[in-house]
């Protein structure tokens, strides 16, 4: 079966998950949709941003995909549950940090997790850490410009906000970080600058785990030779392409198709 696994995000950061599960799975045929038009999504209410969910979706059931990646933890807080109502046809996973992990990781007991506001702000957040990090002294931090900045590859506006905003996890002392948005893996190396000796835990592993599991539960492993890569945006395409090339390598993006579309 080579029906592809589709992926989305409201912009660049799934592409922190895709370069993952490509590398780990690569008889599988992969759609990545970008809606960096909309982006971020993190400073838009619920409702919003289930009709722009909505309208990715819809896109990838058309092109017949076997499993949906939500690679966006601000939509996989707000509406993971509704989507898998709705759209039952194919199995939904989405993404979390990995609290958990980072309760097994630390040291000293003092945790940071890292997202953008509505999903630090989330229920379903709050939740995870009550659950996993019971422990723990957690500090959830909530971001509302960097998800912009990392989207429009703003370097210098990047490290000005992460002096800033990081320096409350220096106050704590924490010695693990959960990035609780697939944006800020891109910027690991940034982040890690500045906080030289905490562990930072990204979610892809964790990701490519569950999708796993599922296509051999499912019985849909693709046993092809012939991997198909699309990446779409709904934004600007030279600038995207410039990004699938940095995370998925020159090689892939070469082999890729991509494309800008426009959703309805
Ligand atoms: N990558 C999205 C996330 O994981 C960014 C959300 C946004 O567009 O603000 O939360």
Redesign the pocket.
């Known amino acids: 079966m080579n029906e592809p696994i589709g992926i989305i995000?409201?912009?660049l950061?799934?592409l922190s998950i895709a370069s993952v599960l490509i590398k780990k799975l690569p008889r599988e045929s992969f759609i990545y949709l970008a809606d960096s038009r909309n982006?971020?999504?993190?400073?838009k209410d619920k409702e919003e941003i289930y009709e722009l969910t909505k309208k990715m979706v819809k896109y990838l059931l058309k092109k017949n995909i076997k499993l949906l990646v939500v690679?966006?933890?601000?939509?996989t807080v707000t509406s993971i549950d509704k989507l898998r109502k709705d759209f039952n046809e194919v199995p939904i996973v989405g993404?979390v940090p990995v609290i958990k992990t980072a309760q097994e990781k630390t040291a000293n007991g003092r945790i940071g997790v890292y997202?953008?506001m509505?999903?630090a702000k989330s229920p379903y957040q709050k939740d995870l850490i009550r659950k996993f990090a019971k422990n723990s002294n957690v500090v959830n931090l909530g971001s509302l410009k960097l998800?912009s900045l990392i989207e429009k590859g703003e370097g210098e506006g990047i490290n000005r906000l992460l002096n800033k905003e990081l320096r409350i996890f220096k106050e704590n002392n924490i010695d693990v970080l959960a990035l609780g948005?697939?944006?800020f893996p891109l910027i690991k190396k940034e982040i890690s600058r500045l906080l030289p000796n905490v562990l930072i835990l990204d979610s892809s592993i964790a990701v490519f785990h569950q999708v796993k599991r599922i296509l051999e539960n499912n019985n849909i492993l693709s046993s092809s030779q012939n991997s198909d890569y699309n990446f779409l945006t709904t934004g600007d395409k030279k600038f995207f392409t410039k990004f699938v090339k940095k995370t998925i390598g020159a090689k892939l993006t070469n082999k890729a198709k991509l494309s800008r579309i426009s959703l309805q």
Not at 71 to 75: E, H, K, P, Q, V
């Open positions: 995000d409201s912009g950061g799934g982006c971020p999504y993190g400073q690679a966006c933890n601000t939509i993404i997202s953008t509505v999903t998800v948005c697939s944006h």
